[in-house]
């Protein structure tokens, strides 16, 4: 058996090297294969990391009138948490507002005397709500607006932004749903035309199986070398394909390129998180690579070779 | 050893190709089957090594019935058999030690054993000396005679050569029909098709002559005759 084994790899080994441009080709299809694939699942992963972002950006402000005390707030803070939408809230208070308020208007001039000749502080505190997706700002600006402390509130900026957070929704998913169809369909035509590369290699071979069979090789004989044979043009594919991904990244990661190509990202993220976790996955990009890639050929050589084997 | 029996072949079509053929080879002999192109005689040698089927009849080999071997056993039972063909059908990617090599490798021989024979094949073949070569770097001789090594290599009991001096000189020719010759002597069943009149006559042993699929003559010491 091990005797087979060796000897059906050297046979597939030599095959590979003496092929030439038909391995040449072959492996060339396969690159292309495991680069489409790589690409989609890369823009698939940066539009995730944007919507993520995004999303994390996202919450809606609940202004509380000026006259509602400090305690009060609190416990209209701690209605608002039992809401099952809600995943946390931060608390700014009426001083730390008019700090930031200040902070905000420092270049002008005239807010500031504004509010110097106000004397006391005109904002009220603010309690920033995040849900645990944008989905649910809507439902918890309905349950404020309807509950009973809702007379203590001077306005929910949700409103406001409702029709920006709405479309900025509907927008990455319908986005996020049309790289999926790309990338699966994408993926199902490079396997289309990597295993009809592998059919036609194996087709140009089909003398040299009807000769196997004359000497008595058996089936498992003739089919192991064209196995290994595709074991061969995976790995060599996962090989080039890896730095190319990683060429690929980099070159999205420029900014003037990313902003023309993909609207939606954002040239600062691709380069920090999608290039960082490629190089911090490195080994398991590599390994996933050569399986689909060793997957890509020893299947396609399977299906053809069965083909030869019965005729 | 070899029994044809009650064979008849009808290829798709309704075009037949061989009717009734009964023929018995023994053991060590040195049978020329001889006719025109299209008489049947490459059929006929497809059946022995189960590369076609007989539509009807049998064809036994040392006493078993060839259509009743599994598709598993077929590669056991074409180890028996050394097969020559006109385009000597070397595989073009292998030198002409590793095509030799292969028939050994695929039978599961050892390496030790490999070693030992591939060297001395290419020898009494005439092949010493292009033994790195691939095919397509020799002539249709030399070809021929690294497919008779291969053929011969695993020490088969029957030699089966169609036509192996089709694409030949006379010389090359000759030099094919005595190793042949060699083999016979040695003891192995030699089965020869050609339709190469001057050989036929000068190998003097015996002569099937086949004409439209039926075997119209059996001599022991024949002469081509058609």
Redesign the interface.
Known sequence: ML??VT?TFKAGA??FF??GWLSIATVGVIVIALFIVNVQIAIMFANNLLLNAVEDRVNISVYVNTDVQEDEVMKLRHEIEQYPEVENIEYISRKQALADFKERSKNNETILKSIEEVGSNPLGAVLNVKAHNPDQYETIASKIDQSSFSEKVSGVNYLKYRDIIDNLNKEIKANQKGAIILAVTLSFIAILITFNSIRTTIYSHR??I??????????N?IRLPFIWEGVFYGITAAMISVPLTYLYLQFIGNEEVTNSILPLSNARFIKIFLTEYFMKNLVLVVLFQCTFGVFLGVFSSIITIRKHLKA | MIIFENISKVYPGNFPALENVNLKIHEGEFVSIVGHSGAGKSTLLKMLYAEEQPTSGDVYFSRKNISEFKARELPYHRRNIGTVFQDCKLLPKKTLTENVAFAMEVSEKKTSEIEEAVPQILDITGLGKKFDAYPNEVSGGEQQKAALARALVNRPKVLVADEPTGNLDPISTWDIVQLLLKINEFGTTVILATHDKPIVDKISKRVVVMDKGRVIRDEAHGRYCI
């Open positions: 005797c087979k000897r030599q095959n003496r092929n003398q040299e009807e000769i196997m069979k004359l000497i008595g090789a058996s089936n004989y």
